[in-house]
C-alpha cells in the first residue's frame, strides 16, 4: 500500500491538545465575521479558512474571548492576560490539518487562531456580560433620574444684543444668575469664552463652582444650540491633551456638561477615560464619572468603566473615596466585596456636589455606595 504523501490530522487545541470541534457560524452576527468554536479548557478560537486575514480573525477571537465586549478586548495585554496560539494548514471544508498546502489540486492555507484568557480576565469578562444582560432592559428606558430642562424661548430676532464683558460675565457667574447668563450666551458666543477663563483660578472652590455653573448654562443653551456646546467639549479635551496649558477646572467642567445633559452629550463620556493615568486627573476622572452616573448610570456603564476599577484600592483617599462614590451610583457589584472592606476607613476627602465642598469620610461614601447597590 503506498504511503498517503500528504498527512491529515483532526486539529488539536495548543493548551490542552485536546481535538477541537469544527468552528460553527457565531450566534451574534456582524459584516466582517468568521467561524468561532469554544475548547473545552476554556481557550476559543476562530477560523480564517483563506490565511490571508489572519489579522482580522485575531481581532474577532479576542473580541469573542471577552465575551463581545471589544473596550475589554483592547484594554488586554498580551502573555499578561492572555496566551495564544495558532495552527496552519487547516482545511475549514474537511476539519483536516494537512502537511501541506495542496490537497487534491485545491488550495489549503487556512489558520486557526487560539486564544486563552488568564482565570481572573475570564472571570471579570463573564461578570461584565452578566450584569450587561441584567441592565440591558434597564438602558433601554428612558433616563428616569434625567431632568430635561424645557426649550428655550425663541429669542426676538429685532432685538437689541447685548454684548458681553469680562466683568460682566463674572459677576454674573459667581452671583448664580443662571437666566443672565443664558440670554448673553444667545446675544454674545464670547460669554462662554469669558466663562471658560474663570477656571483658571488657584482658588479651588471658585473652580468648582464656575464649572457646576456652566453645566447648568450649557445644559439650557444645548435646547436651542447643542452644536456650539459640543464644539465647546471639543476645545476642553484638545486643551486638556495639550501638555503646554494648565488643565485647571477643564474636567471638572467636562464632567458638569456632560452630567447636565447625558442624553446629548453622553458619547463625550467616555474621552474622560484616557486621563486616567495621569496623576494629578484620576480623582478628576472618577468624580466627572461619578457625576455623570448620578442622573445617567447607564452612560458611564457604556464606556470601558472597568479600567479605573482598581481605583477602589488605591492609597489615596481621595481617589478610594471618588472610586467608591462611582461604582456605587453605576452599581458595580461586582465590586462589592472590595468597598465592604472599606466601610470603617475613617480617612477623610472633599468631594464638590453641585459646585459646593461636602467634607466625608470613605467609610460613610463606601456605606452609601453599598445601599446603592442591588444584586
Not at 479548557?41 to 489579522?55: E, R
Not at 496552519?88 to 486557526?112: C, I, M, P, S
Not at 461604582?327 to 465592604?340: D, M, P, Q, T, Y
Request: proline fraction near 6%.
Amino acid at each position: 500500500m503506498a504511503k498517503n504523501p500528504n498527512i491529515k490530522v483532526r486539529p488539536w487545541c495548543p493548551f490542552c491538545g485536546q481535538e477541537v470541534n469544527p468552528p460553527t457560524e457565531p450566534l451574534k452576527r456582524k459584516i466582517d465575521e468568521f467561524k468561532v468554536g469554544n475548547c473545552q479548557c476554556g481557550a476559543v478560537y476562530t477560523s480564517d479558512p483563506t490565511g490571508f486575514n489572519v489579522g482580522a480573525a485575531m481581532v474577532e477571537c479576542m473580541i469573542y474571548a471577552c465575551d463581545e465586549n471589544p473596550d475589554l478586548a483592547w484594554e488586554l495585554v498580551a502573555d499578561d492576560d492572555f496566551l495564544t496560539g495558532r495552527i496552519d494548514n487547516y482545511d475549514e471544508v474537511t476539519h483536516q490539518v494537512y502537511e501541506f498546502k495542496n490537497v487534491d489540486g485545491r488550495r489549503v492555507a487556512g489558520v486557526l487562531y487560539f486564544i486563552r484568557l488568564t482565570r481572573d480576565l475570564a472571570d471579570l469578562s463573564k461578570r461584565l456580560k452578566h450584569h450587561k444582560e441584567k441592565t440591558d432592559e434597564v438602558t433601554s428606558k428612558p433616563m428616569a433620574k434625567l431632568v430635561v430642562p424645557p426649550l428655550e424661548p425663541e429669542r426676538d430676532p429685532k432685538r437689541k444684543k447685548k454684548r458681553a464683558d469680562k466683568s460682566k460675565i463674572k459677576e454674573l457667574v459667581f452671583s448664580g444668575n443662571i437666566d443672565a447668563l443664558v440670554d448673553f450666551c444667545f446675544d454674545d458666543m464670547k460669554t462662554l469664552r469669558f466663562m471658560l477663563r474663570l477656571l483658571y483660578d488657584p482658588d479651588e472652590g471658585k473652580r468648582w463652582y464656575c464649572a457646576q455653573v456652566i453645566g447648568q448654562v450649557c445644559a439650557r443653551l444645548s435646547t436651542r444650540k447643542p452644536g456650539v456646546v459640543s464644539d465647546m467639549l471639543h476645545r476642553l479635551y484638545e486643551s486638556c491633551t495639550d501638555s503646554a496649558s494648565t488643565h485647571w477646572g477643564l474636567l471638572e467642567a467636562i464632567g458638569s456638561i456632560i452630567a447636565a445633559r447625558p442624553d446629548i452629550f453622553g458619547g463625550f463620556a467616555r474621552h474622560l477615560l484616557m486621563y486616567r493615568g495621569v496623576p494629578t486627573s484620576r480623582a478628576l476622572v472618577l468624580w466627572a464619572m461619578g457625576t455623570i452616573a448620578e442622573t445617567s448610570p447607564e452612560v458611564v456603564r457604556n464606556t470601558p468603566i472597568y479600567s479605573v476599577f482598581s481605583s477602589v484600592n488605591d492609597p489615596d483617599p481621595l481617589i478610594r473615596g471618588q472610586a467608591i462614590r462611582l461604582f456605587g451610583r453605576i452599581n458595580a457589584v461586582e465590586l462589592k466585596s472590595k468597598i465592604e472592606e472599606q466601610v470603617n476607613d475613617s480617612a477623610p476627602l472633599t468631594v464638590y456636589e453641585k459646585g459646593l465642598p461636602e467634607h466625608t469620610t470613605v467609610g460613610r461614601l463606601a456605606h452609601e455606595a453599598l445601599a446603592l447597590m442591588t444584586e
